[in-house]
């Protein structure tokens, strides 16, 4: 069982920068994969950005993103702390949505971005970029 509470999100302006973090307990030595996801209203909830918790070097590479943030965002993982890290520069209106961290048990994530790769998610956080 792993437990993930994500924080960080809020209210900004176009072009400012957030930082969501999303901490992780219970059985994190048997994490494979953390990433984020995002769902806007009305929309279905859409990958973001992925991270292999170990930090090694795939044919899939270590981090991957979503080609509308990518350059933009960064997600980065602090194992001693348990945590992941959406680092969320330039943000755009189109970045309004809750935010929602997961973790893959399965190692079923690796060169995927399907939600049904992912066991456990957080309850959420909203970031909303006004114009």
């Known amino acids: 069982q792993v437990e993930l509470v994500e924080s960080g999100g809020g209210l900004v302006q176009a072009g400012d920068s957030l930082r969501l973090s999303c901490a992780a307990s219970?059985?994190?030595?048997?994490?494979?994969?953390m990433a984020w996801f995002r769902q806007a209203p009305g929309e279905e909830r859409e990958f973001v950005a992925r991270?292999?918790?170990?930090?090694?070097?795939?044919?899939?590479?270590?981090?991957a993103y979503a080609d509308s943030v990518r350059a933009r965002f960064t997600i980065s993982r602090d194992k001693a702390k348990s945590t992941v890290y959406l680092q969320m520069n330039n943000l755009k209106p189109g970045d309004t949505a809750v935010y929602f961290c997961?973790?893959?048990?399965?190692?079923?994530?690796?060169?995927?971005?399907?939600?049904?790769?992912?066991?456990?998610w957080g309850q959420g956080t909203q970031v909303t970029v006004s114009s």
């Open positions: 991270i292999m918790w170990s930090g090694a070097i795939t044919f899939y590479g270590t981090t």
């Open positions: 219970g059985r994190t030595f048997s994490i494979y994969h």
């Open positions: 997961a973790a893959d048990m399965r190692q079923l994530a690796a060169g995927s971005t399907a939600e049904r790769a992912y066991d456990y």
